[in-house]
């Protein structure tokens, strides 16, 4: 398709070297860097002619909450504990929270094949319920609760067990986090810095919500010293199928959580082109990739030019294909959105904010092509003529032999798909914006170039990319783009996906 050649190397440096200049101070969400690379994105698409496709603007602004832990702490009767040694939560203003009884009620579950509220219920006033995270799983991997090796929502929504306890009367959930020490090891650096979550959403958002708070198993086990039990005595009797019976723990807990709390708003950068078959329009193939990235540290800028300046600057070289395309008469029979958001390094939040906010309906969202970091090569690779695509065959057998025919016949590169595997321990299906389109059952391609020495450190710049390998790369996801937005059928989902967070 020959609108891939308007896709050149060197526009694509063009936008790399302006978004990951210093200027742009490294674009972190909530900050006048991320407003001015927004407004950069906006303004390019504007200077093609293009115009804002609803009233609203460039912009899907949603709303964030900055929490900065200045030192929360717990007490109990001999015991004092800190945060996030033994306690952590997330959302939570400055409050003192205090009680004197716990009733420690298993897993927190209450459903047909596993109940932990069976002997509780109407608990006195201000009594909190303790249980564990996760649901009971038998030595062979097996819940059961869904009788597979799939869990099932008690274990995935921490909500339902807030719901659950609120129920029985228990004015706070703590939850027992029995990998507390490898879970530290992942987020202990994002708990102690200022953090950014999404402001829940009104609609959603239950006015008798109660709060949550996680604990480690050393606190637990603290509350638990007199009663006889243990947070691993009673995970492994459940584990076993068996019950236990709730435990009620006469102890004094105080916790004083403070935190200064900040709300801010941030960006998504839309750009649509609307497709030019009336029976198809109103179907959307979305091409997205993160504008933020993780700003100034210790004084330093990180430009973030891989990450993800570059799968920044393809999806604008993709939009303006597009559009030429359009223009010209010749556009896609299918809509095409061009989603840039932001909030990604601090958990995937702008693109959360779109699924559970579509501007386009998600039942009429035919694939998102994701692309985060395709601009340099990492050290599996000798020849940099290769890319990583994750997701493809995940949820549609067409998706995926659309992006291989579009290869052959197109861009030949090495398709590589060492990450594609669901027992992958990097996780990357579950790292980047693709994600909250593929848990909405929504077909995903995310196109990767790998880890570098220079990952997230102030040493990504936009000297080190490889604009030819991102040219490349930019006209596979176009071709794929392209295929997909003008096919007479729509991709068909046809794959039941392997992987569950
Ligand atoms: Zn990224």
């Known amino acids: 398709m020959h609108y891939a050649n308007t896709i050149q190397a060197a526009q694509l440096k063009k936008h790399v070297y302006t978004l990951a200049s210093d200027e742009f101070e490294g674009r972190e969400t909530g900050t006048a860097g991320q407003d001015k690379a927004a407004a950069y994105i906006s303004t390019y698409y504007e200077s093609l002619g293009m115009k804002p496709a609803n009233n609203s603007g460039w912009y899907q602004t949603y709303p ?89 929502d008690w274990n995935d929504d921490i909500f339902l067990k807030a719901e659950a306890a609120r129920k029985a009367g228990a004015s706070v959930l703590l939850v027992v ?16 810095q200022p953090r950014m979550i999404l402001e829940r959403d009104q609609k959603k958002t239950d006015a008798n919500e109660i709060p949550i708070i996680y604990v480690s198993p050393v ?17 492994e009797k459940l584990n076993k199928g068996k019950m236990t019976k709730p435990v009620v723990l006469q102890e004094s807990v105080l ?21 030019s078959d009336p029976k198809l329009k109103e179907e959307v193939v979305v091409v997205s990739a993160h504008y933020d990235h ?67 309906p998600l039942t009429t969202t035919v694939c998102d092509l994701n692309i985060d970091m395709i601009g340099r090569i990492d050290p599996e690779h000798k020849d940099s003529n290769y890319v990583y695509l994750i997701g493809s065959d995940k949820l549609s057998t067409d998706l995926h032999r659309i992006s291989e025919q579009c290869n052959q016949t197109y861009t030949n590169l090495v398709l590589d798909y060492t990450y594609n595997s669901p027992d992958d321990p990097n996780r990357f299906y579950y790292r980047s914006d693709h994600y909250n389109f593929a848990k909405h059952n929504i077909p995903v391609i995310f196109y990767f170039s790998g880890v570098h020495e220079d990952y997230h450190k102030p040493g990504d710049d936009a000297p080190k990319i490889l ?16 295929d997909v937005a003008n096919r007479d059928q729509r991709l068909k989902v046809d794959v039941i996906s392997d992987f569950k967070n």
């Open 64 to 152: 964030l909450k900055r929490e900065t832990n200045l030192g929360s702490r717990a007490e109990t009767m001999n015991q004092k504990f800190t945060f996030p040694d033994h306690f952590y939560f997330f959302g939570m203003d400055a409050m003192e929270l205090q009680t004197k009884q716990i009733v420690f009620a298993g897993y927190g579950i209450r459903d047909k094949r596993h109940n932990d509220y069976k002997k509780i219920q109407n608990l006195e006033s201000n009594t909190w319920v303790m249980c564990l995270q996760g649901e009971p799983i038998n030595k062979k991997g097996k819940s059961k609760i869904t009788g597979s090796n799939e869990t099932s």
């Open 177 to 192: 986090n029995t990998n507390y020490e490898m879970y530290m090891r992942r987020v202990r650096y994002w708990l102690e």
């Open 219 to 235: 606190f637990a086990n603290a509350l638990l010293k007199e009663s006889g039990v243990t947070v691993e005595s009673i995970q």
């Open 255 to 275: 916790f004083h959580v403070e935190q200064k709390v900040e709300r801010i708003e941030a960006e998504n950068v839309l750009a649509f082109i609307e497709g």
């Open 294 to 360: 993780v700003g100034i540290i210790n004084g330093q800028i990180h430009n973030g030019a891989d990450d993800d300046a570059s799968g920044t600057s393809a999806a604008m070289e993709i939009g303006e294909a597009f559009y030429t395309a359009a223009k010209e008469g010749k556009g896609s029979r299918r809509s095409v959105l061009i989603l840039h958001v932001s909030g990604e390094e601090k958990g995937l939040l702008g693109s959360e904010w779109y699924s559970d906010h579509p501007v386009y």
């Open 467 to 482: 604009y030819n390998k991102m040219e490349t790369i930019t006209r596979l996801v176009f071709h794929t783009a392209w």
